[in-house]
């Protein structure tokens, strides 16, 4: 069975790895990368960026498992960050997005415009452009060749996280009880999906298809929605889910995709993602499904008996 590699930051500054079989990760490492909160954890290739209070960005070489050192965007903490080949995003709370380059970890372009915090990026796939989100309300798309702004919205409802979807052509956005789902081509000033659910919402993220997303909430519930379909939802965690993270391994029958889940007393669970896309297939519009019994889609859970903020998976 393919391997997996999950990553876990904690409120006190520690990294801890899991690596191994999707069922059966094991500790790879544990240690303290600083005194502050972890709130932002990337993986790009052989690359562990995290991110924190301490406006520092640190950088691990995931293979030889070293630090290899940290650059300084002197900017307030590091609320998030995304990457891709060549380059690597940083959102602070100072309202600038920071452009790096991968091969030297040198910044290329320090944008401002958000007037608050930067709550989240999210890098299209083509790597042309991003969104990101603030506590100003405010969206702002931006040309990564030019590095500039294309495009910014001002919302009524708190932009807390932001994701592309695996086409490029959509997005959601994350707000209290709420997620916003936009098409890119049309006026996303007025013309969205809302998706509603009974309690707040502390995570989000696309199932591996553009109309299918995934949010965790406060008690512990996970719901995946079906855009123009229907909901399933599942009760994951007796407490406050903080992450979730989808990623695809390979099998021997092809790719299989899995959902972790992380909660904030560090209990790191592993979903089966295929029973539950074709459980929401069948499902018509607007009608919901409540799965009593996990078991069948849970693989593994692991507890690792700290308080965690923050998750990366490969």
């Keep these: 069975m393919s391997e997996i590699l999950i990553v876990v930051g904690t409120y006190t500054g520690g990294l801890i790895g899991l690596q191994g ?15 502050n909160c972890i709130k932002s954890l990337n993986i790009q290739g052989e690359f562990l960026f995290a991110g924190g209070y301490d406006e520092m960005i640190r950088i691990f070489h995931l293979n030889e498992r070293k630090e290899l050192g940290a650059v ?4 307030g903490s590091v609320n998030s960050i995304a990457s891709c080949k060549s380059h690597f995003l940083t959102g602070n709370d100072q309202g600038k997005v920071c452009i790096w380059r991968m091969k030297d970890f040198t910044m290329l ?9 930067v709550n989240g990026l999210s890098l299209h796939p083509s790597s042309r ?5 603030g506590k100003d309300n405010r969206l702002y798309l931006w ?22 979807s695996p086409c490029g052509y959509f997005f959601a956005i994350r707000s209290y009880r709420n997620v916003y789902y936009f098409n890119s081509e049309t006026n996303i000033k007025e013309d969205y999906i809302t998706l509603t659910h009974t309690s707040q919402l502390n995570t989000c993220g696309f199932l591996g298809k553009s109309d299918l997303i995934a949010a965790g909430d406060n008690n512990g519930e996970i719901v995946i929605w079906k855009i123009n379909g229907g909901s399933l939802s599942f009760k994951a965690h007796s407490i406050r889910i903080t992450k979730l993270q989808y990623t695809e ?10 959902l972790i889940s992380l909660t904030t007393q560090g209990e790191v669970s592993i979903w089966n993602v295929t029973p539950i896309q074709d459980a929401i297939e069948s499902l018509t ?30």
């Excluded at 079989?21 to 005194?35: G, Q, R």
């Design 143 to 164: 040309n990564l060749i030019k590095a500039r702004i294309s495009f910014r919205q001002r919302y009524y409802f708190p932009l807390e996280e932001v994701h592309w």
């Design 21 to 35: 079989p999707v069922n059966h990760p094991k500790t790879i490492f544990a240690f303290s990368a600083t005194t």
């Design 129 to 133: 452009m991003a969104l990101s989100v």
């Design 285 to 314: 519009p607007g009608q919901n499904m409540k799965v009593d019994n996990n078991e069948d889609l849970l693989i593994t859970s692991i507890n690792l008996n700290c308080r965690c903020s923050s998750l990366a998976v490969k």
């Design 109 to 117: 372009h320090s944008l401002k415009g958000h007037r608050s915090s």
């Design 249 to 258: 391994i390979e099998t021997s029958n092809g790719k299989r995709g899995v």
């Design 72 to 75: 300084l965007e002197n900017s």
